[in-house]
């Protein structure tokens, strides 16, 4: 390598130093650092790469890895490297891809030789490994090698691991810049991609999008609701990406909120689930616009990352909400953009613009913060540029003297530059501001006696253009600036007066001439702006004056007629033809005085940032004001809103919900009764659905079909409710497409519509349940009703059920009567024993029995995990409804820590609700719930209430495995109550039992990116086991784990909604320290655990 090359690689005098020691004999390596990139110490490692020790290899991996983030070149290894690519450990193996990540593309030859060994690390059980293996396959920039790119991406995208998912989108950019031909396959993956539920792929695959195909806004329509809900769980560059494009999509398939008369949520900030469809009990219908739920439901979910600590977040949902929102809503970004004003230099700078180009169209939102711009001492020039610029923008008669006072003392400022911009500023405030022109011009005139010229070239200036505004009233400042005109020395200002001289020049008659003689004394030393002026003032003093100023005028346009500068003999040219009479001149003669001294309009003294606005903020486009490479334009408002349901998603409905009631049922074999309405049909499905699915062996089969509903749930759980109620029929997945089917006759057997709620129900429904709020069966999922209703409707003239019909379903027959004796309270489980009276043959009960049991399963779990009752149980209430806020009604709740008897993916809540007016309160009930896909079990109607007296009822809430609060209302006859009960993360989990084996067989499982943990440090009162156990399980509802050691405590759960394994586990170590391990593929969830249980443990 030669010394130029060195010196270019590595710069500076140890390149040098380098270059002399290798082209010496002498061997000093030992004087360099570690790192050294020497001709010795490059020996050395490649030495110890190419031994068959591994631990050498990984030492020199290390060390090579060093140099590389020095910015050293290490290419000359690449062939050592390069042959360590198929080493069986994993962490030279990982090195060993970092490496080839970053010089894959310099040495392509030797990467290819390797390519074989990439194509089998792609099937390696490491998803690191694979996902490294794919990054080094895309970094090779070849194109004969684009169709096994193409193939490893389509692999990487099916693959279980969401890391390597989000790999395969990285690499489709990479591909595309490859060969853009491959845009129509590339364009699959995409597709497949966003409808991935991870949220480690999310911000990837939109990414992709934007790079290959960002007009493809159809791949956007169903994915757009979830990737709405998924924003705030997306990493921080992520979210960034997905609200730039949900932006754009925005702008494209929504109508304009800033319409008059346009409703909109008054309450929008009260919560953060507030209901999108919900009507205004005092808005007149005559409003012609009402926001689309999905454009509700972007800002929404959008407006908790302005609490953001990523600065770039902030500011991009400051862009959307300043693009998107309605004008009364963009004032909650105003707090926001001004806390980022205390980051670094360069965040303020980009803020600033942005700011800038707002307080122009809506001053009055940044108002309330003026003090936050103004200049500091230790503010960098351009910072103070552009917050003088914005206090320009926010001047008003108002605050004008505020203002100007800050810009006395700026005016003194030893940085001229910007005491410059500050007399413009100055300007601009009197001319937008008429009160106070008059004050600005005298400040003006008096900075004209300042010793700095530029102060007083910048003051001349100014004024020149505020004289133009009523020049009759100011002929003393220009007088007085022809006073000065010698001592100014900048061209710009004393052009500026010349220029005033000869448009005011009949208000001077006598000054006007006098300062052109001076001038054709230094003509020929001025500079080229002044010369042209100075040509100007003797052609408008030749045609008022000529008496005077004749000669003069004619001794000017001589020295300008040899002038070196092209535009000064042309002007002189130009004129000369325009104002002196002559056989040769034309027709312009006659009105060269019009010509001349026609009346100007006074300009208009405008921000920089005025037209800025035309792009959209945040970008690079518009910091730099003009259009840069790749910047796509935000579309007009569509006149007329595209159809809405093309983002609707067709959605597996979770299985219907049946009302256990307290006490035994009494048997009833007329189909028409509410009882066989109930039990037979609803329960049925249930059956059948957990015998089509998995074995008895396998996890239980109804919650795992259960999980499958919730998860599509998630996926559109922001949707309108249209698709989710009212469409009348079930839109469930290939999971459930046999249940459906084997249902169908039993919905035909059905001849009674549900009996109304206030209707007497039968004898078999009359039991109460544990809370006594009356009959259960009478609380109906509003799901079952809206499913089943057209059916019953079409078929309440049938017969009930004939022989025939019983025949054709013999399989479910049976199962409808031993279900009609399974009702009992499921705690009384274990002692029952089935004895009917007419009982089909035993072969017969005993699967439907099986089959029956499992559907009471709570939870997918195995024989050797089984779900607990907790060992422990803190009532911790928390405040639902306040008495003054409910006028008289109160309402607290707890989490009782119990399997919820609705629904096994619910969490059991308890609230006790009181009666602390004067008078009795009627009807209290739940009302309208948000999102409208939120699954809550609500508690029957209580009728009546009296005062002081209170009540204890139970609910269920599928929370979804997320802390986010779920919203509805507390209804009485009269009122509504909107609250909203937000759950701890301990209070989602279920505790599970399992042995030690177990527990270190699931946390293998767990590892890499699905671990988290913390070392704390523990108070003395908490190192015993009883402290350490009542500590955890006070945050979090998990089961305890025998443990052989004493130092190690383990605790194991699920999460109540998608079944997902829990381990905490808690190591002690010396000294008070301890380490918390928590395992779960829930990785936010465990952040959030993690937080949550360091608090108490360190805590005496």
């Given at each position: 390598?030669?010394?130029?090359?060195?010196?270019?690689?590595?710069?500076?005098?140890?390149?040098?130093?380098?270059?002399?020691?290798?082209?010496?004999?002498?061997?000093?390596?030992?004087?360099?650092?570690?790192?050294?990139?020497?001709?010795?110490?490059?020996?050395?490692?490649?030495?110890?790469?190419?031994?068959?020790?591994?631990?050498?290899?990984?030492?020199?991996?290390?060390?090579?890895?060093?140099?590389?983030?020095?910015?050293?070149?290490?290419?000359?290894?690449?062939?050592?490297?390069?042959?360590?690519?198929?080493?069986?450990?994993?962490?030279?193996?990982?090195?060993?891809?970092?490496?080839?990540?970053?010089?894959?593309?310099?040495?392509?030859?030797?990467?290819?030789?390797?390519?074989?060994?990439?194509?089998?690390?792609?099937?390696?059980?490491?998803?690191?490994?694979?996902?490294?293996?794919?990054?080094?396959?895309?970094?090779?920039?070849?194109?004969?090698?684009?169709?096994?790119?193409?193939?490893?991406?389509?692999?990487?995208?099916?693959?279980?691991?969401?890391?390597?998912?989000?790999?395969?989108?990285?690499?489709?950019?990479?591909?595309?810049?490859?060969?853009?031909?491959?845009?129509?396959?590339?364009?699959?993956?995409?597709?497949?991609?966003?409808?991935?539920?991870?949220?480690?792929?999310?911000?990837?695959?939109?990414?992709?999008?934007?790079?290959?195909?960002?007009?493809?806004?159809?791949?956007?329509?169903?994915?757009?609701?979830?990737?709405?809900?998924?924003?705030?769980?997306?990493?921080?560059?992520?979210?960034?990406?997905?609200?730039?494009?949900?932006?754009?999509?925005?702008?494209?398939?929504?109508?304009?909120?800033?319409?008059?008369?346009?409703?909109?949520?008054?309450?929008?900030?009260?919560?953060?689930?507030?209901?999108?469809?919900?009507?205004?009990?005092?808005?007149?219908?005559?409003?012609?616009?009402?926001?689309?739920?999905?454009?509700?439901?972007?800002?929404?979910?959008?407006?908790?990352?302005?609490?953001?600590?990523?600065?770039?977040?902030?500011?991009?949902?400051?862009?959307?909400?300043?693009?998107?929102?309605?004008?009364?809503?963009?004032?909650?970004?105003?707090?926001?953009?001004?806390?980022?004003?205390?980051?670094?230099?360069?965040?303020?700078?980009?803020?600033?613009?942005?700011?800038?180009?707002?307080?122009?169209?809506?001053?009055?939102?940044?108002?309330?913060?003026?003090?936050?711009?103004?200049?500091?001492?230790?503010?960098?020039?351009?910072?103070?540029?552009?917050?003088?610029?914005?206090?320009?923008?926010?001047?008003?008669?108002?605050?004008?003297?505020?203002?100007?006072?800050?810009?006395?003392?700026?005016?003194?400022?030893?940085?001229?530059?910007?005491?410059?911009?500050?007399?413009?500023?100055?300007?601009?405030?009197?001319?937008?501001?008429?009160?106070?022109?008059?004050?600005?011009?005298?400040?003006?005139?008096?900075?004209?006696?300042?010793?700095?010229?530029?102060?007083?070239?910048?003051?001349?200036?100014?004024?020149?253009?505020?004289?133009?505004?009523?020049?009759?009233?100011?002929?003393?400042?220009?007088?007085?600036?022809?006073?000065?005109?010698?001592?100014?020395?900048?061209?710009?200002?004393?052009?500026?007066?010349?220029?005033?001289?000869?448009?005011?020049?009949?208000?001077?008659?006598?000054?006007?001439?006098?300062?052109?003689?001076?001038?054709?004394?230094?003509?020929?030393?001025?500079?080229?702006?002044?010369?042209?002026?100075?040509?100007?003032?003797?052609?408008?003093?030749?045609?008022?004056?000529?008496?005077?100023?004749?000669?003069?005028?004619?001794?000017?346009?001589?020295?300008?007629?040899?002038?070196?500068?092209?535009?000064?003999?042309?002007?002189?040219?130009?004129?000369?033809?325009?104002?002196?009479?002559?056989?040769?001149?034309?027709?312009?003669?006659?009105?060269?005085?019009?010509?001349?001294?026609?009346?100007?309009?006074?300009?208009?003294?405008?921000?920089?940032?005025?037209?800025?606005?035309?792009?959209?903020?945040?970008?690079?486009?518009?910091?730099?004001?003009?259009?840069?490479?790749?910047?796509?334009?935000?579309?007009?408002?569509?006149?007329?809103?595209?159809?809405?349901?093309?983002?609707?998603?067709?959605?597996?409905?979770?299985?219907?919900?049946?009302?256990?009631?307290?006490?035994?049922?009494?048997?009833?074999?007329?189909?028409?009764?509410?009882?066989?309405?109930?039990?037979?049909?609803?329960?049925?499905?249930?059956?059948?659905?957990?015998?089509?699915?998995?074995?008895?062996?396998?996890?239980?089969?109804?919650?795992?079909?259960?999980?499958?509903?919730?998860?599509?749930?998630?996926?559109?759980?922001?949707?309108?409710?249209?698709?989710?109620?009212?469409?009348?029929?079930?839109?469930?997945?290939?999971?459930?497409?046999?249940?459906?089917?084997?249902?169908?006759?039993?919905?035909?057997?059905?001849?009674?519509?549900?009996?109304?709620?206030?209707?007497?129900?039968?004898?078999?429904?009359?039991?109460?349940?544990?809370?006594?709020?009356?009959?259960?069966?009478?609380?109906?999922?509003?799901?079952?009703?809206?499913?089943?209703?057209?059916?019953?409707?079409?078929?309440?003239?049938?017969?009930?059920?004939?022989?025939?019909?019983?025949?054709?379903?013999?399989?479910?027959?049976?199962?409808?009567?031993?279900?009609?004796?399974?009702?009992?309270?499921?705690?009384?489980?274990?002692?029952?024993?089935?004895?009917?009276?007419?009982?089909?043959?035993?072969?017969?009960?005993?699967?439907?029995?099986?089959?029956?049991?499992?559907?009471?399963?709570?939870?997918?779990?195995?024989?050797?995990?089984?779900?607990?009752?907790?060992?422990?149980?803190?009532?911790?209430?928390?405040?639902?409804?306040?008495?003054?806020?409910?006028?008289?009604?109160?309402?607290?709740?707890?989490?009782?820590?119990?399997?919820?008897?609705?629904?096994?993916?619910?969490?059991?809540?308890?609230?006790?609700?009181?009666?602390?007016?004067?008078?009795?309160?009627?009807?209290?009930?739940?009302?309208?719930?948000?999102?409208?896909?939120?699954?809550?079990?609500?508690?029957?109607?209580?009728?009546?209430?009296?005062?002081?007296?209170?009540?204890?009822?139970?609910?269920?809430?599928?929370?979804?495995?997320?802390?986010?609060?779920?919203?509805?209302?507390?209804?009485?006859?009269?009122?509504?109550?909107?609250?909203?009960?937000?759950?701890?993360?301990?209070?989602?989990?279920?505790?599970?039992?399992?042995?030690?084996?177990?527990?270190?067989?699931?946390?293998?499982?767990?590892?890499?990116?699905?671990?988290?943990?913390?070392?704390?440090?523990?108070?003395?009162?908490?190192?015993?086991?009883?402290?350490?156990?009542?500590?955890?399980?006070?945050?979090?509802?998990?089961?305890?784990?025998?443990?052989?050691?004493?130092?190690?405590?383990?605790?194991?759960?699920?999460?109540?909604?998608?079944?997902?394994?829990?381990?905490?586990?808690?190591?002690l170590k010396e000294s008070s320290t301890a380490l918390l391990t928590i395992n779960t593929e829930k990785s936010v969830m465990a952040s959030m655990l993690l937080r949550d249980l360091k608090q108490p443990l360190v805590q005496a």
């Amino acid at each position: 390598m030669s010394t130029i090359a060195l010196y270019n690689d590595q710069g500076g005098a140890e390149a040098a130093m380098e270059a002399g020691q290798e082209n010496s004999s002498s061997t000093g390596g030992a004087a360099f650092g570690l790192f050294s990139s020497d001709f010795k110490k490059n020996e050395d490692l490649k030495e110890m790469l190419e031994s068959n020790k591994e631990s050498l290899k990984l030492e020199a991996m290390k060390r090579v890895v060093g140099l590389i983030s020095k910015g050293k070149n290490a290419s000359e290894l690449f062939p050592a490297v390069v042959k360590n690519v198929a080493s069986k450990n994993i962490e030279l193996k990982k090195l060993v891809y970092v490496y080839l990540v970053r010089y894959a593309e310099e040495q392509q030859d030797l990467a290819l030789l390797s390519i074989s060994t990439f194509q089998r690390a792609l099937k390696d059980p490491n998803q690191f490994i694979r996902g490294s293996a794919l990054r080094v396959l895309s970094s090779i920039r070849v194109p004969i090698i684009v169709p096994i790119m193409m193939l490893a991406i389509k692999e990487a995208a099916a693959d279980l691991s969401p890391y390597v998912r989000k790999t395969s989108a990285h690499a489709i950019q990479k591909l595309y810049s490859l060969d853009p031909e491959q845009k129509e396959q590339l364009i699959e993956v995409i597709e497949k991609l966003l409808k991935d539920k991870s949220t480690l792929v999310a911000g990837s695959v939109v990414m992709a999008f934007e790079e290959v195909c960002p007009d493809r806004i159809d791949l956007i329509h169903k994915n757009y609701r979830k990737l709405c809900n998924l924003l705030v769980d997306v990493e921080e560059w992520g979210q960034v990406v997905i609200i730039s494009m949900l932006t754009r999509y925005a702008r494209t398939q929504f109508t304009s909120p800033w319409k008059e008369g346009a409703t909109f949520d008054e309450n929008n900030d009260k919560a953060f689930y507030d209901s999108d469809s919900e009507d205004k009990r005092d808005t007149t219908e005559a409003k012609p616009y009402t926001m689309d739920p999905d454009h509700r439901l972007l800002l929404r979910n959008t407006k908790p990352l302005l609490q953001s600590r990523n600065t770039a977040v902030v500011m991009c949902v400051a862009q959307l909400y300043w693009h998107l929102a309605p004008t009364q809503e963009v004032n909650i970004i105003t707090k926001s953009l001004v806390r980022l004003l205390r980051s670094h230099r360069e965040v303020q700078y980009i803020v600033l613009q942005n700011i800038a180009t707002m307080s122009i169209q809506r001053k009055g939102i940044f108002e309330p913060y003026m003090k936050s711009f103004y200049v500091r001492s230790t503010d960098a020039t351009h910072i103070k540029t552009l917050k003088l610029e914005i206090l320009t923008n926010l001047a008003n008669e108002a605050n004008i003297s505020t203002i100007l006072r800050e810009f006395q003392t700026y005016v003194k400022s030893q940085d001229k530059a910007f005491a410059a911009a500050t007399i413009q500023a100055i300007g601009r405030c009197a001319t937008n501001i008429t009160d106070v022109t008059d004050t600005c011009l005298s400040g003006l005139v008096l900075l004209l006696s300042n010793r700095d010229e530029t102060v007083v070239a910048e003051s001349v200036v100014v004024i020149k253009k505020l004289l133009q505004t009523q020049p009759t009233q100011h002929s003393e400042i220009i007088k007085h600036m022809a006073k000065l005109f010698d001592n100014i020395t900048v061209s710009m200002a004393r052009a500026s007066i010349l220029w005033l001289m000869g448009e005011y020049c009949d208000r001077v008659p006598k000054i006007a001439p006098d300062v052109l003689r001076k001038m054709a004394k230094t003509f020929t030393a001025e500079e080229d702006i002044v010369k042209l002026q100075t040509v100007n003032l003797a052609a408008k003093l030749y045609l008022t004056n000529s008496k005077q100023t004749k000669l003069l005028t004619q001794y000017i346009l001589n020295l300008g007629k040899y002038d070196q500068s092209y535009d000064i003999r042309d002007r002189t040219r130009f004129i000369r033809q325009l104002i002196v009479p002559n056989e040769k001149s034309g027709a312009l003669n006659k009105y060269a005085r019009r010509i001349l001294l026609a009346p100007k309009p006074a300009p208009v003294l405008e921000s920089s940032f005025k037209d800025r606005d035309r792009f959209q903020l945040g970008t690079l486009s518009h910091s730099l004001n003009t259009k840069a490479a790749g910047y796509q334009e935000l579309s007009d408002w569509p006149a007329v809103a595209p159809d809405q349901s093309v983002r609707n998603v067709e959605v597996i409905e979770p299985v219907q919900e049946w009302a256990p009631s307290v006490g035994k049922t009494k048997k009833s074999g007329k189909p028409k009764s509410a009882d066989k309405f109930y039990s037979d049909d609803e329960e049925e499905k249930k059956e059948e659905g957990s015998e089509s699915s998995k074995d008895s062996s396998s996890s239980s089969s109804s919650s795992s079909s259960e999980e499958s509903g919730s998860e599509s749930e998630e996926e559109s759980s922001e949707e309108s409710e249209k698709t989710s109620s009212d469409s009348g029929k079930s839109s469930s997945g290939s999971e459930k497409s046999s249940s459906e089917s084997e249902s169908e006759p039993k919905k035909k057997k059905k001849t009674k519509k549900a009996p109304q709620k206030k209707s007497k129900p039968p004898a078999a429904f009359s039991d109460s349940d544990e809370n006594g709020n009356g009959p259960v069966a009478q609380a109906s999922s509003s799901s079952a009703e809206s499913s089943s209703g057209s059916e019953t409707d079409s078929e309440d003239s049938d017969p009930p059920a004939t022989p025939q019909k019983k025949k054709k379903d013999v399989k479910s027959k049976p199962k409808a009567e031993v279900k009609s004796k399974v009702e009992v309270p499921l705690l009384d489980l274990v002692d029952f024993s089935p004895a009917p009276t007419n009982a089909p043959p035993s072969s017969v009960i005993s699967s439907s029995l099986i089959s029956d049991l499992e559907g009471l399963s709570l939870s997918n779990i195995t024989s050797t995990m089984q779900v607990t009752t907790p060992s422990f149980g803190p009532v911790k209430t928390y405040e639902l409804l306040h008495h003054m806020t409910g006028k008289g009604l109160s309402a607290k709740y707890h989490f009782p820590r119990q399997p919820c008897l609705y629904e096994p993916s619910m969490v059991a809540v308890q609230v006790i609700l009181t009666n602390g007016s004067d008078h009795s309160l009627e009807e209290i009930h739940i009302g309208e719930r948000s999102p409208a896909g939120l699954n809550i079990h609500c508690f029957n109607t209580i009728e009546r209430l009296e005062p002081e007296a209170s009540v204890t009822v139970s609910m269920g809430i599928d929370f979804s495995d997320s802390t986010q609060a779920a919203h509805f209302q507390l209804c009485t006859k009269e009122d509504q109550f909107s609250v909203s009960i937000q759950p701890a993360v301990g209070e989602l989990l279920m505790p599970s039992s399992m042995t030690e084996q177990d527990y270190s067989k699931e946390q293998g499982k767990l590892l890499g990116m699905n671990e988290t943990s913390a070392t704390i440090t523990m108070a003395t009162a908490n190192t015993s086991r009883l402290a350490i156990s009542k500590q955890v399980l006070s945050v979090c509802n998990v089961g305890e784990v025998p443990s052989s050691q004493n130092t190690v405590h383990r605790f194991a759960g699920r999460t109540v909604s998608s079944g997902a394994l829990v381990l905490v586990c808690l190591e002690l170590k010396e000294s008070s320290t301890a380490l918390l391990t928590i395992n779960t593929e829930k990785s936010v969830m465990a952040s959030m655990l993690l937080r949550d249980l360091k608090q108490p443990l360190v805590q005496a």
